[in-house]
């Protein structure tokens, strides 16, 4: 099953009552393993969760450090773009050059790198160390 794909079907879980917007998020890491998360919206609106970061708290939580390629689908005319903040936190996973797909449900796809979707990002090497 391919990033999108797993994307897709994350998609179906979005717990999105509010604005009816469900997102779906897949990403591969470096070793192969594949993790998926969808938008989950709670009653303090917009106090819910984004896909990427459903994604990425997966990864995350099964040890795992580094996204090698990252898929993001929703209900849109044109393919979906991560936010500023899901941006930033794929920065804290993924190299300037990872690969991240954006789809819509039609088919419409678009590719980026994270250094096209977020030049001068914020890294951890410029916090510094005590």
Known sequence: MSLIERARAARENAHAPYSGFGVGAALRTESGAVFAGCNAENAAYPEGTCAET???????????????EI??????PEPISPCGGCRQRIAEFAGPRTRIVMATLSGRMRTATLEELLPGAFASAQLPRG
């Open 54 to 68: 459903g994604a990425i708290a997966a990864m995350v939580a099964a040890g795992a450090r580094r996204i090698a």
């Open 71 to 76: 898929a993001i689908i929703a209900d849109t």
